[in-house]
């Protein structure tokens, strides 16, 4: 168990919309007090509540960003994120610090960020400074080169990671066989929103099985207004695929499944998701279903980022490295061990109360 009081020091790569929802979220709940538990999964966590979770280092490119604390920062443009009503947010004392661009900054992204000048921080040797223990990647779709640098960073500097972004770097068999070498806890890849497209989807095609359901085909359709979604439709092979391979990896036959993204400017944040499925009933009677989801698309990653932290906070007390599989069964869309999320949560639950070692 680990010791009352003890906070877990978080980096944070990527100073956006999430993390703009993350630290929006901390501060709602310090100051709503230990019995405010609505819109958190796990309320205590191997010992931690969301409240341990504190911010000693980040890292970003953009000049509006770099070099300011890190409170003022995550509302800078061109962060929209949802602002939560009554939340102020007290500076933090922690300085955003110029990141390596590497391929962050595509083409159709010039316009909207402006490039810090200068030298990048030595980010193994920053995370080392100020003593980080789990660092949250939450880079654009599509910086591979980038996450992976952060990612390498993290793993010289004995700082558990949690890889909320597309790239498959948990699930590269090298990155967490070291990883389990050095007790680093890894969870990853790709964040599943806390009740997002992905979970949703899942669960009603568990319920379709269940009921001896055919499915033909089915597809989602995503949309909003956030840099995330203008990435997303020029970048977003990886995000398709880990999207697809959560839905494909719970039908046991072949069907058509076809994720899709749209950006829509005046949307901002707020995020719109279609689901569509075609399929049989008995005796080969059609059946379809046509529904709506509609969140604030940051807000909701950070339901989930909240609970990924405070695991690898666990793991470390626990003297555990590699991959977090439950954790990462439960909390992402690409796992390296997938799984139907009733089972992930049941066997996350079971490592939180030490029954299994990972």
């Known amino acids: 168990m680990r010791d009352m009081g003890k906070e877990i020091r978080l980096a944070i790569v990527g100073v956006g919309n999430c993390t703009s929802a993350l630290l929006q ?8 007090g230990p019995s405010e538990s609505a819109g958190i999964m796990h309320p205590d966590l191997g010992g931690y509540r969301v409240t341990d979770i504190r911010p000693v280092a980040a ?11 890190l409170a003022e920062a995550c509302l800078a443009p061109p962060n929209n994120a949802y602002r939560l009503p009554g939340v102020a947010l007290s500076s933090t004392g922690v300085r955003v610090q110029m990141g390596p661009v590497l391929d962050g900054v595509p083409e159709h992204l010039k316009g909207l960020v402006e490039v810090q000048q200068g030298e990048p921080a030595d980010v193994m040797r920053a995370l080392r400074e100020v003593q980080a223990e789990v660092l949250l990647n ?8 980038a996450a992976r640098h952060y ?24 990155f967490s066989r070291r990883a389990a070498e050095h007790k680093v806890p890894l969870v990853g890849d790709d964040v599943k929103s806390q009740l997002g497209a992905t979970i949703l989807h899942r669960a009603l095609i568990v319920a379709m099985l269940n009921r001896g359901i055919r499915i033909r085909k089915t597809y989602q359709l995503n949309y909003a207004g956030n840099t995330d979604f203008l990435n997303l439709v020029h970048r977003g092979e990886s995000k398709e695929l880990t999207k697809t391979e959560a839905l494909t990896s719970m039908i046991p036959y072949e069907a058509e499944v076809s994720p899709g993204f749209a950006y829509i400017r005046n949307m901002q944040d707020r995020k719109t998701a279609r689901f569509y499925v075609e399929a049989v009933n008995f005796g080969g009677a059609p059946l379809e279903i046509d529904a709506k989801l509609e969140v604030e698309d940051s807000a909701n990653f ?21 991959v977090l599989e439950a954790a990462s069964a439960y909390l992402m869309k690409h796992p390296p061990v997938p799984m139907p999320d009733e089972e992930a949560h049941q066997r996350l639950e079971e490592w939180l109360a030490g029954r299994r070692e990972r």
């Open 151 to 174: 990612a390498q960073a993290a793993l010289e500097a004995g700082v558990g990671f949690v890889n909320g972004m597309p790239e498959l770097i948990v699930c590269d068999p090298g």
């Open 25 to 32: 979220g901390l501060a709602h709940y310090r100051a709503a």
């Open 59 to 69: 890292f970003d490119i953009d000049a509006r960003k770099v070099g300011r604390d």
């Open 302 to 322: 950070a339901g989930t980022a909240a609970d990924a932290i405070r695991c690898c906070g666990v793991a470390r007390d626990r003297g555990v490295g590699g």
């Open 138 to 145: 939450c880079l654009p779709t599509g910086s591979a080169l």
